[in-house]
């Protein structure tokens, strides 16, 4: 077991590389962060931390990518138990995030401040996270959240202010069939019975955990699972079976590295032994917890650990006992003031009403919802005529201005060599008195981009304006100052003059590939458009 503490101290150092990483990131200029950044990450996802190869590119804002790096490095420190300097890179991270974003975030921060003792802290940053989880309205997030809140509790020795909190996420957790956190929460479930001493649903709990990983072939939490149903058997007096759950889960916690489960399990183990009068085993274990737990700076599970000493040594070496007792009193009298009974007192019932609060505005914001959707429902039946009827109108004029260019069309086509009787060759028309030289200039360009696309059968108006150097609402703008028209209108009237013309000049071409060279993928739209122009379907109008 003393190998396995010394491979502990072996894992740390295999985590060199992030972390010197993480230091060059912190003092590299702007340029250079990006490249480490992408660094970081490829590291995180070859040694399997993390699933997808997050990588930046320079268009991602340098916000963005300090906000990525800390919030995982929190993670990573936070495996690697080093809790306080997890802490610290959440907080970096925490100010550049924005709305429910930061809930992750302030979880883990949450988590930390667990693991470290301080549950003031912990219950205070799980209160935001809840919030946050609750005005999203995600039945996994909520679970999440509530398994926080329960483990809490538990490791504030408040099992009864747990447990609703627990079984509320596992109805949760039931709607959305994430298996992975309903074996957590079943996990804490079991925690939270054992200790309010309802042994027997604690290890139903546990075993049904248990079972979930099993089925999910995590090694690693089914040992977790093992250690719980220990516990269990050792309250409902089943010795045997409790030593066996130990006897598996001890070794693969000590080679997979979960080194603070192993110590509890270390202190079950010494608890098991005490109740079988092996005090020396006992204290054996009991030790190797203690060096687990002060190198963590885990104060509560080493709360346990000092009192299964004293009880371990009292007969045998009673002075080292009574060091032990005294430092289980401090650490009792630390963890478990009347302040912060006090204060967790009063964020639980914060949070108790915190899920009735978040209902009741959703049943404002509804109501909100139906009264805002009433008036919009009868402005559209005061103005729905209205609308029809200048609908029509612009139709009307639509239709004059198509017939009226397509006549000149026809004429021109009829005579391409001379110009119109009564009108100047394209070298002397005169440009429109309304239209400045810009203006044309624009309008020119426009029509040679959208002749090109109807050429390419791919007519878009965002496209068109990309072409133009200009945003889609400008060139809008611009255009309709122009022309007097809506830019999709303008490119429906050029794509149907192509379209009568090429039905006009080329007999060989059925209707679909009269479409296709128009812009048109699907006959039936096409047909549509032309009749709803023309008034006739392409067909008829060639039979005609």
């Keep these: 077991m003393a190998c396995g503490l010394l491979s502990w101290a072996a894992a740390q150092a295999n985590n060199f590389n992030e972390l010197e990483l993480l230091q060059q990131f912190d003092s590299a200029n702007v340029d250079n962060r990006l490249q480490l950044a992408n660094r970081f990450f490829r590291q995180l996802h070859d040694s399997g931390f993390i699933d997808e190869d997050i990588q930046f590119s320079a268009a991602v804002p340098p916000d963005s990518v300090q906000q990525q ?15 306080q300097q997890a802490v610290e890179r959440c907080l970096q991270a925490l100010p550049l995030y924005h709305g429910d974003a930061a809930a992750d975030c302030i979880s883990l921060i949450s988590l930390c401040y667990v693991r470290m003792g301080d549950y003031k802290q912990a219950i205070d940053y799980a209160r935001q996270c809840y919030e946050l989880d609750l005005k999203s309205n995600d039945p996994d997030r909520i679970s999440s959240s509530l398994n926080t809140l329960a483990g809490i509790y538990v490791g504030a020795n408040l099992p009864k202010e747990a447990e609703p909190y627990a079984l509320k996420g596992i109805e949760y957790c039931d709607k ?3 298996l992975q956190r309903l074996a957590v929460l079943c996990s804490t479930a079991a925690d939270i019975y054992h200790a309010l001493d309802q042994q027997q649903q604690s290890l139903d709990y546990a075993t049904r955990a248990r079972d979930i990983d099993l089925q999910l072939g995590n090694n690693e939490r089914v040992a977790v699972r093992q250690m719980q149903m220990a516990a269990a058997f050792i309250g409902l007096d089943s010795l045997t079976q409790a030593k066996d759950c130990l006897q598996k889960a001890i070794p693969v916690l000590q080679s997979s590295g979960n080194y603070h489960s192993l110590g509890i399990a270390c202190n079950k183990m010494g608890e098991l032994c005490n109740h079988q009068n092996n005090h020396s085993e006992a204290a054996r274990y009991y030790q190797l917890a203690l060096q687990i737990f002060q190198a963590m700076g885990d104060t509560y599970n080493e709360l346990h650990t000092q009192l299964g000493l004293y009880k371990s040594l009292k007969d045998s070496l009673p002075d080292d006992a009574e060091v032990h007792f005294q430092r289980y009193n401090h650490l009792r009298d630390s963890l478990y003031s009347n302040q912060t009974a006090t204060a967790m007192g009063q964020q639980s019932a914060m949070l108790g009403n915190a899920e009735l609060q ?8 509804r109501a909100r919802a139906y ?32 017939n009226e260019l397509s006549s000149n069309l026809d004429e021109t086509d009829e005579n391409p060599s001379q110009p119109a009787e009564g009108q100047p060759s394209e070298e002397q028309t005169p440009r429109p008195a309304h239209h400045s030289l810009q203006d044309q200039e624009f309008m020119d360009k426009v029509k040679a981009i959208v002749d090109r696309q109807i050429d390419e059968g791919h007519i878009d108006v965002a496209a068109l304006a990309q072409e133009m150097c200009m945003s889609t609402t400008t060139f809008r703008r611009r255009f309709t100052a122009v022309v007097q028209e809506k830019p999709q209108a303008y490119l429906m009237r050029l794509r149907m003059e192509k379209a009568r013309l090429l039905l006009d000049t080329h007999p060989e071409l059925n209707v679909q590939e009269v479409g296709l060279r128009c812009g048109f993928e699907d006959k039936s739209n096409f047909t549509r458009a032309f009749k709803h122009t023309f008034g006739v379907t392409p067909s008829e109008y060639v039979r005609r």
């Design 69 to 83: 790096v800390c919030y995982w490095a929190g993670e990573l420190l936070y495996d690697q138990q080093q809790y």
């Design 176 to 178: 959305t069939g994430n």
């Design 358 to 365: 978040a209902e009741n505005e959703q049943h404002r914001a």
């Design 371 to 402: 009264l805002i959707l009433g008036v919009i429902l009868l402005l559209l039946l005061l103005v729905g005529l209205a609308m029809y009827l200048r609908q029509c109108r612009r139709t009307r004029e639509f239709e004059r201005q198509f």
